[in-house]
């Protein structure tokens, strides 16, 4: 019960750095609904943990509903940080461009200045 | 008249990029540095030495480098393009062994090997360790099988270069322009080549960062 309420006060904090970056633009209308469900799905299991405990033991798993959300957010966590460095590497690329960009200008500028 | 130009990527060679440029000279008369974003007097000494210095106001690693490189040459009607490494660890007098087979052989890419006949003073870690997981990590994921499997030494034709565009901004450059040559069916072959080691080069972790640049590359495109 105890570990349910914690859990349930560490998401409301997410939420309010959420709410928080959203009102300073810091982030898109998009990435703020998409968090905004991911967080309201972890309330809920959490809220239903012992239903999840039951459907779990249906299914045929001896592990607690506790133990599966810890491997789902494991995954999810995995799954994010191999989407941010493919989003890194784009950026790098784009990165390398603009810079390529501006040094072939900047050549072709004193090439026909000569 | 064949169009050469000889492209030097570098990034804070302030000590070797003057005596580089010299060696090149010596045989091609294009000589482009790429001054990948130094913070030492790199683009200074190679004007001094003659060279024409593209900028990159930021470094942004040796395959983005020759890629700026490469683009230049192409706009300036290139034939041939040599990519000769900026810390002086080649021998200007064997860039003719890379330019020739393409000159007179019919190669599109002609690529420097350090284990065919010439000999070099190879680090033994590399030689026993390193450069045998690169060679086999090049023959089972990229289908490539040289001799050498990172050698910065090339020559590539206008062919070679219309069709091979380096997308991998580090060191694993090396391996993808073999990749891209193999998988546009060029024709090309290994010379071998000399390699004077001033320092160590590429340390394992460098092999670890090319192997994980290849594969989210991969992965991107």
Not at chain 1, 54 to 79: K, P, R
Not at chain 2, 115 to 135: G, M
Request: overall charge positive; charged content about 25%; proline content about 2%.
């Amino acid at each position: 019960m105890w570990q349910q309420i914690i859990a349930l006060i560490v998401i409301l904090f997410f939420l309010t750095r959420l709410f928080s970056q959203k009102n300073k633009k810091n982030i898109s209308q998009a990435e703020f609904a998409l968090w905004l469900v991911f967080w309201a799905l972890a309330a809920v299991a959490i809220i239903f943990l012992k239903q999840i405990d039951a459907f779990l033991y249906e299914l045929g798993f001896s592990g607690g509903g506790i133990n599966f959300l810890l491997y789902l957010a494991v995954m999810i966590l995995f799954f994010l940080i191999f989407r941010l460095r493919l989003k890194y590497q784009q950026l790098n690329q784009k990165l390398t461009e603009v810079v390529r960009k501006i040094t072939l200008e900047t050549a072709n500028k004193e090439d026909r200045q000569k | 008249m064949t169009k050469i130009f000889c492209i030097i990527p570098a990034y804070n060679e302030e000590k070797n990029i003057y005596q580089t440029v010299k060696k090149a000279q010596k045989y091609l008369e294009n000589i482009v540095v790429v001054n990948d974003g130094s913070k030492d007097q790199t683009a200074i000494k190679a004007k001094e030495a003659g060279a024409k210095v593209l900028t990159h106001p930021i470094n942004r690693g040796q395959g983005a480098a020759l890629q700026t490189g490469n683009d230049y040459a192409l706009k300036r009607q290139a034939d041939i393009v040599v990519h000769f490494d900026g810390d002086g660890q080649f021998l200007g007098s064997e860039i003719f062994d890379l330019i020739n087979p393409i000159q007179e052989e019919g190669y599109e890419a002609v690529f420097g090997s350090r284990f065919l006949e010439k000999k070099s003073a190879i680090p033994k870690f590399k030689t026993y360790i390193i450069y045998p997981l690169a060679r086999t990590i090049n023959r089972i994921f990229l289908n490539v099988k040289t001799t050498d499997p990172q050698n910065g030494f090339r020559a590539l034709s206008k062919t070679a270069l219309q069709k091979i565009r380096i997308d991998n901004d580090g060191m694993a450059h090396c391996s993808e322009i073999l990749y891209k040559t193999k998988k546009a069916g060029l024709k090309f072959k290994e010379v071998p080549v000399t390699v004077i080691y001033n320092h160590f080069g590429q340390k394992l972790s460098s092999g670890i960062k090319i192997l994980k640049d290849l594969f989210v590359n991969k992965l991107n495109q």
